[in-house]
């Protein structure tokens, strides 16, 4: 994992580098990403850029200022990338502060110093800081040849927009894995190579020894403690006229040797691994080496971390080692026969050319991408050379087990689009909720002049359920946007499904058995009661109805389950979405059929649904998902094997519980009085952008018996208030054109710091509050009828 700065410590923990727009924020993924030569996902990146813009252009709410929050650019999509990157990766701001980097940055320097001050020589830090200076001037630089404990790391420099640098480190990973095989063959593998037979040494680039196994010392120096790190390789062999090789300290009259050179890494520059053979006593060298030498190759690439596998020259597998059998998925018990087999069938011509021309002698080697038969979404890359002096094998098959990286880009290409998604969910909600409130607002005005028994009364009626009804689906996807306002409470879960039982118990019928489980010592939770209320009762329909429709009889049982779980046990699953921290657990399972593989990463997406055609809106595990992400929660869905589909919710414990007051209890009223109560007078201020809004809302206040002055914006209500009388209380949309409200409301507050205030909006109410940091504001949230304005209303100009 990427690691971020932490106040309390120097170490790096934290990303704070932001955007003001999620489309600035996909700008600065997908440069990020062409630093690191990811084209392909830079292009998605950019194009999922360019779709957020045209939405915005699609919907002119988004195109405007957005006061409601500070939107802060999701670095994660960033952080998680460069965590997955095989190179050392930093990013500094202007000010020269170390704000980013990741576990591989930390490997190579022991631990987080700020480049360019890195414990390199002197000469290379004063290159690097001269390529900072290049890369802020001109957008780029490059710095070849930085000695890092004495192997060379190429270094390029990028600057992200104006206030940040990318430090990208080339040569990282080879450094990774040189240094396990130089462990390895220093070590007690190098050892049991030994007894093998195997003389082996790791050769850097320029031809001297980076380690070597004890046989081998003992063969060239003499002794097997004797020191040869830094010697020429070459020296300690000759080839006579034969073209024999044997050590140069047992001359003539040594064992000749077979000389085997393994290419575990790539790159011109990176390190090669040399192993050497005794020849069978009386034999003659040919150019393949005898079985008993190829029983040690084979031995010796089964003890390397690499994935490697050998090919004869008929196109067969020789073999194959345990790294290549673990990421190609291998059934080691029925190996398959070709390399062909391994791949999907558009791939298999271009595998099998490849490895025929380079049996038949074709230098170098050539990489290429294919798609496993058993994993086609996740290409893997590998690398094919021709093999000589292997026996019967003819080419040499190296692969890199890219199953966690291919994971974890398509978790960080799933959380984009679902971020993309939601910010869309939510613009379409706040401007259909105008709509919806001028619908509401119309069809009560028209009910106050026709009574029940009219003709149209009826009509009116149908219109208004129907305009509550879409305006329950707008708060559905504003809790999929997680902008919806939420009331949370300190509470317990098990008190939570406690309440819903009752209701679930006839939700699921007679034939589905509810089964409650709680577990002990379980921590609160802060969350919205309501909303927990709908997340358990949408999981649990939807598990009905997979039963249901899977079961012969119609029937199965329900488990809801609640656990405590420990930090160290969220330390324990190693999972790299959830935080390490106390939760407390809710887990829902079911004993349908599961969710099949091929849906399972689309069932947050909005609008997705497997149901018939009516019997769904797709909106229902969209709407758990945004309510559990708005309380700071985490939701897993999964498989049990021969048990159906399980959810699993995890809530961190809020740790400094604090009681919550009672609700007080309201006295019964008589309609009469209560439509007496929401008369007032006084003169009220109207600022609303959107004329159909503005209308309702002055006709519904004017027939209340207040004086209503309106104005389209905030420069206007400014105008207005230079020549007239200081208003009872000032009603203001949030979100307008020219000026905003809470804009207009500071520059009034100067005038008059005690006017009531009362703000309409489609957004959450606690987004709305630490975004506008205003005293004495109430919130009317959008839709809302004519009886609802008329409250709000009445509770600001005459408080309880």
């Known amino acids: 994992m990427a690691t971020q700065p932490d106040s309390a410590s120097p170490a790096p923990r934290t990303l704070l580098p932001a955007l003001a727009a999620i489309v600035a924020g996909f700008a600065a993924a997908a440069l990020i990403l062409l630093t690191l030569n990811d084209r392909a996902i830079a292009i998605g990146f950019v194009a999922a850029g360019i779709l957020a813009a045209g939405a915005a252009f699609a919907f002119r709410r988004l195109l405007r200022a957005e006061p409601v929050a500070e939107v802060q650019t999701d670095w994660s999509v960033a952080y998680a990338l460069a965590a997955a990157s095989d190179d050392a990766l930093a990013v500094t701001d202007r000010s020269g502060k170390l704000v980013c980097a990741n576990s591989r940055y930390e490997v190579l320097f022991g631990g987080w110093p700020t480049p360019p001050n890195l414990p390199v020589s002197e000469a290379s830090v004063t290159a690097l800081g001269a390529c900072a200076r290049a890369a802020w001037r001109q957008g780029e630089a490059r710095c070849d040849e930085v000695q890092a404990f004495g192997a060379p790391v190429s270094v390029r420099i990028a600057r992200v927009g104006e206030d940040s640098l ?22 007690n593998t190098g050892d049991r ?28 120096m003499g002794s097997a403690e004797a020191p040869v790190e830094g010697r020429d390789f070459a020296r300690f062999l000759v080839t006579d006229s034969l073209g024999l090789v044997r050590f140069e300290r047992e001359g003539a009259e040594g064992t000749a040797l077979r000389v085997l050179q393994i290419p575990f890494l790539e790159g011109e520059d990176a390190p090669l691994l040399v192993t050497l053979l005794d020849e069978e006593p009386g034999t003659v060298p040919a150019p393949a080496i005898g079985a008993s030498a190829s029983a040690h190759v084979r031995s ?21 080692n345990d790294a290549f059998v673990r990421a190609t998925r291998v059934n080691a018990a029925a190996p398959p ?77 799933q959380a984009t689009k679902m971020q993309a998604v939601g910010q869309l969910a939510g613009g379409v909600a706040h401007d259909f909720n105008n709509i919806l409130t001028a619908i509401i607002g119309h069809c009560d005005l028209m009910l106050m002049r026709h009574s029940p028994g009219d003709s149209d009364y009826d009509d009116i009626q149908q219109i208004r359920a129907n305009s509550n009804r879409a305006a329950s689906l707008t708060r559905q996807l504003l809790a999929f946007s997680r902008q919806q306002t939420l009331r949370p409470q300190i509470l317990q879960l098990p008190d939570v499904i406690s309440e819903v039982s009752n209701l679930l118990k006839r939700l699921l019928g007679e034939t589905v058995t509810l089964d409650v489980k709680h577990g002990r010592n379980l921590g609160p939770v802060r969350a919205d009661p309501g909303q927990l209320e709908q997340v358990v009762v949408n999981l649990a329909v939807n598990a009905r109805d997979a039963m249901l429709s899977t079961s012969p009889n119609g029937g199965g049982t329900l488990t809801i389950e609640t656990m405590a779980v420990s930090a160290s046990e969220v330390r324990q699953m190693d999972d790299d979405v959830l935080p390490v921290g106390d939760y407390t657990a809710l887990r829902i399972s079911d004993t349908g059929t599961g969710i099949p593989p091929e849906i399972i990463g689309k069932i947050w997406e909005p609008f997705f649904t497997t149901k018939e055609i009516g019997k769904g809106t797709g909106l229902g595990l969209s709407t758990v998902y945004g309510i559990i992400k708005q309380s700071g929660g985490f939701i897993f869905a999964e498989n049990v094997p021969g048990k159906g589909a399980a959810f699993t919710i995890y809530l961190p414990v809020h740790s400094a519980a604090e009681p919550m007051a009672a609700t007080p209890a309201k006295l019964p009223a008589t309609a009469k009085n209560k439509q007496l109560d929401l008369w007032g007078t006084g003169t009220i201020l109207l600022v609303e952008d959107e ?9 519904a206040l004017t027939r209340q018996g207040y004086t209503v002055l309106t104005a389209e914006n905030g420069e206007v209500a400014l105008e207005l208030l230079e020549t007239a009388a200081r208003p009872d209380l000032l009603i203001s949309d949030v979100v307008m054109p020219i000026m905003d409200g809470p804009t207009m409301v500071r520059q009034v507050r100067k005038r008059w710091p005690d006017l009531p205030i009362l703000f309409m909006s489609g957004y959450a109410e606690e987004q709305l509050r630490r975004s506008i940091d205003l005293d004495n504001v109430a919130f009317l949230p959008k839709p809302f009828s004519v009886q609802q304005l008329a409250e709000a209303t009445r509770d600001v100009l005459v408080p309880k």
């Open 337 to 413: 026969l070709y390399p062909g087999d391994l791949v999907v069938r558009e791939d298999k011509g271009a595998l099998a050319d490849a490895i025929r021309r380079f049996a038949g002698g074709a230098p170098q080697s050539v990489e290429m991408t294919v798609r496993l038969v058993d994993a086609p979404e996740e290409p893997v890359a590998i690398t094919i050379a021709g093999a000589r002096g292997l026996g019967d094998a003819a080419v040499l098959i190296s692969l890199k087990d890219s199953g966690e990286e291919g994971k974890l880009k398509r978790q960080i290409a």
């Open 691 to 699: 004329d159909m809004v503005r209308a309702v809302a002055e006709r």
């Open 193 to 220: 190579m030994g007894s093998a037979g195997i003389m082996a040494a790791m050769i850097s680039p320029d031809g001297r020894i980076r380690a070597a196994n004890r046989v081998f010392r003992a063969r060239a």
């Open 300 to 320: 010796l690439i089964a003890l390397l971390p690499s994935g490697l596998a050998l090919v004869d020259r008929d196109g067969r597998f020789a073999s194959m």
């Open 166 to 187: 990318v430090w990208r480190f080339i040569g990282v990973q080879a450094l990774d894995l040189a240094t396990q095989v130089q462990a390895l063959i220093g070590g």
